[in-house]
Nanobody, 123 residues
Framework: QVQLVESGGGLVQPGGSLRLSCQLSGSFQGIYIMGWYRQAPGNQRELVAT???????NLSDSVKGRFTISRDNAKNTVYLQMNNLKPEDTAVYYC?????????????????WGQGTQVTVSL
């Protein structure tokens, strides 16, 4: 069983900053790509940023220059540093990770999601 627990969301004024964290726990043998997605009311879930095991990052155009994704492999944790926040960044932010595990003698990979954390940017 794999769990992803997010923290760090909240209410912030435009121009402010927040740092989201997501830690994996449970039984697994490998963590591959990790990322953050967000979903605003009435919208589909969209990619915010991803990071590979080796540290290669990919960010959506809407957050480039403002958000930074990083990971600490020793702590099984991924972070999202969000600066210069805008009202349009308001959404529920979800952590995602591809995880490797043994099922009997077979090695498999699965896609797991956190429960989401609310980020609200408003005066």
């Amino acid at each position: 069983q794999v769990q992803l627990v997010e923290s760090g969301g909240g209410l912030v004024q435009p121009g402010g900053s927040l740092r989201l964290s997501c830690q994996l726990s449970g039984s697994f043998q490998g963590i591959y790509i990790m990322g953050w997605y967000r979903q605003a009311p009435g919208n589909q879930r969209e990619l915010v940023a991803t990071i590979t095991t080796g540290g290669r990052t990919n960010l959506s155009d809407s957050v480039k220059g403002r958000f930074t994704i990083s990971r600490d492999n020793a702590k099984n944790t991924v972070y999202l540093q969000m600066n210069n926040l805008k009202p349009e960044d308001t959404a529920v932010y979800y952590c995602n990770s591809e995880v490797g595990y043994y099922s009997g003698t077979y090695y498999s990979r699965g896609d797991y999601w956190g429960q989401g954390t609310q980020v609200t940017v408003s005066l």
